[in-house]
């Protein structure tokens, strides 16, 4: 009794017996249920991870790297000269430095120098002599005729940025016919799998109804070969699963190149997370809207290179102009007077122009003759495409408003199929139907609900057509 009293405060403190401890898993304990997968899930992943839309990023950042090197054009030069005469009767040196800057809306530039001399120079090297401290110089170049509206380095630029917004709408096309595929593969693996459900319930129905059978042939109550008619249909039914099985599998290892997990992995997803219904295949909400065809990246491909090809002929009629270009510096000797005399230390202003003109510029005439038919074309081609985004739309919504009265059919047939076949399902157990007639029934409502099946199918695939055409980002997941 003393050794029950003593053991008391243990027993209270231990767990219960069977009780897990914190932090033990149960080995039997069954797997937590997982959400069914939507098509916004596999849109998410697809833009994320999909290894074109990956291609098509870099892509674009090639072109904003070109566009760089294009902006280099633009870029200060510092530039460092020194002279010195080693040998001979003189003994000068020179050092110079010397900044330029281009002008970014004109063909000329800015620059600025500085500039040092010690010794003697020949004569023909007056130029040479400096005061003690140097001399300073500042100047321009204006172009006032050729290259003053554009000249090739800002044509250049201007190509380069075209190449950005042609990469970037490639990509957006890449990323539209991605997630349209995408969408694809998520609702062909959802069909497959609502088709699987329904030839499991239909066969399903012939299991449960074997042991019926084969107890009223035990009682003499129906005759044997019934037991081996209903073998017969089990094993067709048996085989249609087997064949939807196929299909599914095929249908999920297709979604799993879109379906990518955070490292950018194939995701093979199970049966546990296929939707129970229909529903998943209205994930696409897509409708056309107004200015769609400006919407469409391929059409905006083609006004962004109309817009180059008009950059490439401004160039080419700048190339037809006369040169006039202005010129003016200003210099400046500072310090003791050099060996070179006092003529240097004064202010020094220095206006000047060139004047070039081409009498023979076929070079330019054919670069102008090539731009303006590159333009033509184009422009031919993009008033075709705008017609044929036009056509195609058009079509599709007659497609979605055929799909969708097919479905409404075959909603009906599906209904009143499933009603015969369960009023002959309830003859047959009370012995007024035959088997081939209950059969042929359940086939039949199992045909009709399959068709329904196929018919929201052609609908979700539609709309998913519809959005492609429309560039709609909204309903391709595309949205930031």
Not at 43 to 59: C, D, K, M, N, T
Not at 155 to 162: H, M, P, Y
Not at 216 to 245: F, K, S, T
């Amino acid at each position: 009794m003393i050794r029950l009293l003593l053991l008391l405060p243990l027993l209270a403190a231990a767990p219960a017996f069977g009780a897990p401890l914190q932090g033990e898993v149960q080995a039997n304990a069954p797997a937590p249920a997982q959400a069914p997968l939507t098509l916004d899930e596999v849109l998410r992943a697809s833009a994320r991870a999909a290894p074109q839309i990956v291609e098509a990023l870099a892509r674009e950042r090639a072109a904003e790297g070109r566009a760089l090197s294009a902006a280099g054009a633009f870029d200060t030069v510092f530039e460092v000269d020194g002279r010195s005469r080693a040998l001979g009767y003189y003994d000068g040196s020179v050092v110079s430095a010397r900044a330029t800057r281009p002008l970014t809306d004109n063909g000329g530039y800015l620059y600025g120098g500085y500039r040092v001399s010690r010794g003697n120079f020949p004569i023909y090297e007056d130029e040479s002599y400096t005061n003690r401290l140097g001399e300073l110089k500042v100047g321009a170049l204006y172009s006032l005729l050729r290259d003053r509206l554009v000249d090739e380095r800002r044509t250049r630029r201007t190509l380069a940025a075209g190449d950005i917004d042609i990469a970037r709408f490639e990509r957006e096309a890449v990323t539209i016919g991605v997630q349209r595929r995408a969408i694809d593969a998520y609702q062909n693996w959802v069909v497959t799998g609502l088709r699987l459900a329904a030839y499991r319930d239909l066969l399903n129905l012939s299991e449960s109804r074997r042991g019926a059978i084969a107890r009223q042939v035990q009682l003499g109550a129906r005759p044997e070969i019934l037991l081996a008619e209903n073998d017969q249909n089990l094993v067709r039914r048996r085989a249609l699963v087997v064949r939807a099985e196929g299909d599914f599998q095929a249908a999920a290892n297709a979604l799993s190149l879109y379906y990518r997990d955070e490292a950018g992995q194939p995701v093979l997803v199970g049966a546990e997370r296929l939707p129970t219904d229909s529903s998943a295949l209205s994930g696409v909400a897509a409708a056309a809207r107004a200015n769609f065809a400006q919407r469409r990246p391929d059409l905006q491909v083609l006004l962004a290179r109309i817009e180059q090809g008009s950059a490439r002929l401004a160039l080419a009629e700048n190339d037809l102009r006369p040169r006039l270009d202005l010129r003016g510096e200003v210099g400046k000797d500072v310090g003791d007077e050099g060996l070179g005399g006092r003529s240097r230390t004064p202010l020094e202003g220095v206006v000047g122009f060139r004047l070039s003109v081409p009498l023979e510029n076929r070079a330019a005439r054919g670069r102008i003759a090539e731009a303006r038919a590159e333009i033509d074309a184009l422009e031919a081609r993009s008033r075709f495409l705008r017609d044929q985004i036009t056509t195609e739309v058009q079509g599709i919504n007659i497609g979605v408003g055929a799909a969708e009265r097919l479905a409404e059919i075959a909603e009906q047939e599906r209904l009143l199929a499933e009603r015969l076949a369960v009023a002959e399902r309830r003859r047959f157990e009370l012995g007024s139907s035959d088997f081939f007639l209950v059969n042929q029934r359940e086939e039949t409502a199992n045909d009709a609900r399959v068709r329904l099946i196929d018919a929201q199918a052609r609908i979700a695939a539609a709309r998913a057509e519809l959005a492609a055409a429309t560039a709609d980002r909204e309903a391709l997941g595309l949205q930031p």
